[in-house]
């Protein structure tokens, strides 16, 4: 993206390094506060009427709560897992992008996902809006599954399962919880941090679209071509696909190839 490549000459030196890593370890020091009964969970989360009521800590503080609380061992361990891969996940976008890239299209969500929440509440106002940051966790994944499409993971740590069908699996099941949600305002919320996907790779979703496109005209007409006989007896009509098991050779009359099969041959004493 050029307006990137410019963004980056003149605001390249604010990107935080580490930036996923540092929202981990914070997000690691809040769980452990709601453990030991310190913080409660959902005075962090980011609740637009809290928000107006003059509680401004949320804007920020929902970045540093915890995806979700785990309830039992599997969950805790699954939770682990999950901050693992995210910050596996930034490593590669990072050596892909680049730091200052991957600040932006993670601040991205971030906008998004509050204007998204304000904007949500305004359209639906008796409903009590909140956001987790397990946004953030999804549209890295997003990222990452389109630039390695193909890397597997172990589902279940034990079933191999390709990146990019991982991620048609959240999408259909995102969709579904997508059309469950009780307001408008709770499905603007829910979908408006994924638009940075949209707006990061909508020239490579192009190109893809077309490629595919590009491949499926092609192997159109392969199948065309394979599906067209080779010779075809001038006498009888007799074709290398409807008798495959006859041989076809070629005679010159008035100085044009003509074919003839060899059933045909056989009353034609001029053959080639």
């Known amino acids: 993206m050029k307006f990137l490549d410019k963004l980056e000459k003149h605001f390249g030196f604010l990107a935080v390094p580490n930036v996923v890593l540092t929202l981990i370890v914070a997000q690691l020091f809040i769980y452990a506060a709601i453990l030991i009964g310190r913080v409660e969970f959902v005075s962090v989360l980011l609740v637009p009427k809290a928000v107006l009521g003059g509680e401004f800590w949320r804007l920020f503080s929902f970045l540093i709560a915890p995806p979700f609380l785990p309830a039992t061992l599997f969950q805790g361990i699954f939770l682990a897992f999950f901050w693992y891969i995210f910050w596996m996940m930034s490593q590669t976008l990072e050596a892909a992008w680049g730091l200052f890239r991957l600040n932006v299209y993670l601040l991205t969500c971030i906008v998004l996902a509050i204007a998204g929440a304000f904007i949500g509440q305004f359209i639906s106002p008796g409903a009590t809006l909140y956001v987790l940051p397990k946004f953030l966790y999804y549209a890295t994944f997003f990222a990452f599954a389109t ?4 890397m597997q993971f172990l589902m279940m740590f034990v079933i191999p399962m390709k990146v990019k069908w991982i991620a048609w ?5 995102g969709f579904i919880a997508f059309l469950g949600l009780p307001t408008i305002g709770h ?5 408006a941090p994924y638009l940075c996907y949209l707006l990061f790779f909508k020239n490579a979703l192009k190109q893809s679209a077309v490629s595919r496109q590009r491949r499926t005209s092609f192997q159109k007409k392969q199948r065309e071509l394979q599906s067209q006989a080779l010779h075809t007896c001038a006498q009888c009509g007799a074709s290398d ?3 495959p098991d006859r041989d076809f050779r070629y005679k010159v009359v008035d100085g044009d190839a003509v074919c003839i099969c060899e059933a045909c041959r056989g009353s034609d004493p001029v053959s080639a």
């Not at 499905?187 to 979908?191: L, V």
Request: aromatic fraction near 12%; glycine fraction near 0%; hydrophobic fraction near 65%.
């Open 241 to 243: 696909i409807s008798h």
């Open 147 to 150: 630039v390695n499409p193909n």
């Open 169 to 173: 699996a959240l999408v259909a099941f």
């Open 187 to 191: 499905r603007i919320a829910f979908a």
